[in-house]
């Protein structure tokens, strides 16, 4: 199929809605109430994270569903917690749309979670590095630290995230971290550590 170039999608940013004003945006937050984001890792077979995440910390609205107003118009959304997914479930990854959905929507928590028999840890970051290098003939030696390409302990990787996502500019100081295990096959959930904001 051959893309349309006269297309104009503008109708449909909210910048261009007419009485919009992006400088007096005040987020989205009465049309959905997000509180919490989880990152977690996009193999299937983790896919009941964000539920069990949910359940865990209670007070979460999960799957949820659409608002729809009297001409069918869908206007909000009853979720309260957003799911985010990567290979690894890792934080760096996240940190962009951490810092977006703070400006959008003012929520509270973010949640790491990583699951067991997980894809990163086949391998160490001198690896992957080398097959990078051999297959690619790229050097990504130092395109990141070590302890973002792979997860060689669980504790220690989701220790290293959470830290890293609270010395990060990019997220608010206000948010509440938590950091997760979660074993695939028998659903439980383990919190490995709690970061709770020093309220002002």
């Not at 690894?88 to 929507?105: C, K, S, V």
């Not at 699951?115 to 790229?138: A, D, N, Q, R, W």
Request: charged share 20%.
């Amino acid at each position: 199929m051959k893309a349309n170039k006269t297309l104009d999608l503008s109708q449909y940013e909210f910048r261009n809605i007419p009485g919009f004003d992006q400088n007096n945006f005040q987020g989205f937050d009465q049309a959905i109430p997000m509180k919490t984001i989880v990152i977690y890792c996009f193999d299937p077979r983790a896919s009941e994270i964000p539920k069990t995440v949910a359940d865990y910390l209670g007070n979460e609205v999960y799957p949820g569903e659409n608002i729809v107003d009297e001409a069918g118009i869908r206007v909000g959304h009853t979720r309260t917690l957003f799911a985010m997914s990567n290979g690894g479930g890792r934080a760096l990854q996240a940190l962009q749309t951490i810092a977006t959905m703070d400006y959008l929507f003012h929520y509270e928590n973010v949640v790491v979670v990583h699951h067991s028999f997980c894809g990163m840890t086949s391998y160490t970051p001198e690896l992957l590095i080398e097959k990078f290098h051999h297959h690619h003939h790229v050097d990504i030696s130092g395109m990141w630290d070590h302890e973002d390409m792979a997860i060689v302990d669980y504790e220690k990787t989701i220790r290293h995230d959470v830290d890293l996502l609270r010395n990060s500019p990019l997220v608010p100081k206000h948010l509440n971290i938590y950091g997760f295990f979660y074993e695939i096959n028998s659903g439980q959930l383990t919190e490995i550590v709690r970061d709770i904001a020093t309220k002002k």
